[in-house]
């Protein structure tokens, strides 16, 4: 029986990588001279913010592309991605009606982390909310402290995500990973389906309709 779905929030929530990736480069420009690919932005994920500037700006200069970091990115919210996925707030309306807990697990640091639950007005959308780490993807160990904190067995734990490595994360906590698929090219599917066979879900629709099944059991479907 699933009891409890942690929820990512770039690419899952709302299509926030895009806007992610532009406020990075514009961040940073200014401190190392050059506009760094798409490429070379999203080899930093996987740490905070914090930690990604970390990865390309010297050190005298990372204070300040920080903060440069959050004011460009409340501005890029606000124009480039203002609500979530049509769907997703009402999804996890109806799982905590059911009784199931819905915390978020994220990469993304505490500061921008907040900025994109205001824009999304989801402040109070979650029992639990987990941030990321400067220095290493935390989202294994986050998974484990949830089943720690909630007295839960892993087969009762589901974890929705965007990313191959949202998969790998999960296989090191023992908890089913559900990949989000509604925002991604389809080469990136076939990706996904290829490392999380049967797993993958298209549309939040599908979704829901596997989380919120009479049986609530984590088993393979096929078809979404």
């Known amino acids: 029986m699933i009891k409890l779905v942690a929820f990512d929030l770039d690419g899952t929530i709302g299509n926030t990588l895009p806007m992610c990736i532009q406020a990075f480069k514009k961040a940073t420009q200014p401190y190392i001279g050059h506009k760094l690919s798409d490429e070379e ?4 994920f996987g740490l905070n913010e914090e930690g990604m500037i970390g990865c390309v700006v010297d050190e005298p200069y990372r204070q300040q592309a920080l903060n440069d970091f959050y004011v460009i990115y409340k501005e ?3 124009e ?4 979530p996925f049509e769907g997703i707030r009402e999804l996890i309306a109806l799982l905590k009606q059911k009784g199931i807990i819905v915390v978020l697990v994220t ?12 824009q999304f007005k989801m402040k109070t959308c979650f029992a639990k909310v987990i941030t990321g780490n400067a220095e290493r993807n935390i989202k294994s160990e986050a998974l484990k402290g949830l089943l720690h904190d909630y007295h839960l067995a892993a087969n009762e734990i589901v974890y929705v ?3 191959l490595s949202d998969i790998t994360e999960c296989r090191k906590a023992n908890v089913m990973c ?6 991604i090219p389809q080469n990136e599917v076939t990706t996904l389906e290829s490392s999380n066979p049967k797993n993958v879900f ?4 599908s979704l829901s309709d596997y989380l919120l ?3 609530n059991r984590i088993t393979l479907h096929t078809d979404r």
């Open 161 to 163: 995500g965007d990313a």
């Open 76 to 78: 890029l919210h606000q």
């Open 80 to 83: 480039m991605c203002p609500t």
């Open 107 to 118: 990469g993304k640091g505490m500061n921008s982390c907040d900025i994109t639950l205001k």
């Open 178 to 183: 559900l990949s989000a698929a509604w925002s």
């Open 202 to 205: 298209c549309s939040i629709p």
């Open 41 to 44: 932005v999203v080899h930093t």
């Open 213 to 215: 099944a009479s049986d």
